[in-house]
């Protein structure tokens, strides 16, 4: 069975920093894009960032830029998502997607595959 399962979260203060991951079950990441996306309750889906199959090209929403950082190694099959310095509105479920349009791109944001499970990140003091 193909899947993506993401890990990683929590509950952290203000400030703090957490390493989600997202690891695939089932098939080579290697040539695939991936994208990770949030979602608040009562707010809409939002983009986070995403990652070329190469690793060359990466892309980050305006509200994550400079504090989250997206990466991966393919030998581990994993993709990262590096958050610091984080805030209370960065509080949502966290996913992680296949993603079939190019990473450099926006449209990125609206074409992808399934979703894992997610992992819960909660900033909170």
């Known amino acids: 069975q193909l899947q993506l399962v993401e890990s990683g979260g929590g509950l952290v203060q203000p400030g703090g920093s957490l390493r989600l991951s997202c690891a695939a079950s089932?098939?080579?990441?290697?040539?695939?894009?991936i994208g990770w996306f949030r979602q608040a309750p009562g707010k809409e889906r939002e983009g986070v960032s995403c990652i070329s199959s190469s690793g060359g090209s990466t892309n980050y929403a305006d509200s994550v830029k400079g504090r989250f950082t997206i990466s991966r190694d393919n030998a581990k099959n994993t993709v990262y998502l590096q958050m610091n310095s984080l805030k209370p509105e960065d509080t949502a479920v966290y996913y992680c997607a296949t993603i079939y349009a190019p990473c450099s791109g926006s449209s990125w944001t609206a074409d992808f595959g399934p979703w894992g499970q997610g992992t819960q990140v909660t900033v909170s003091s």
């Open positions: 089932g098939f080579t990441l290697d040539y695939y894009s």
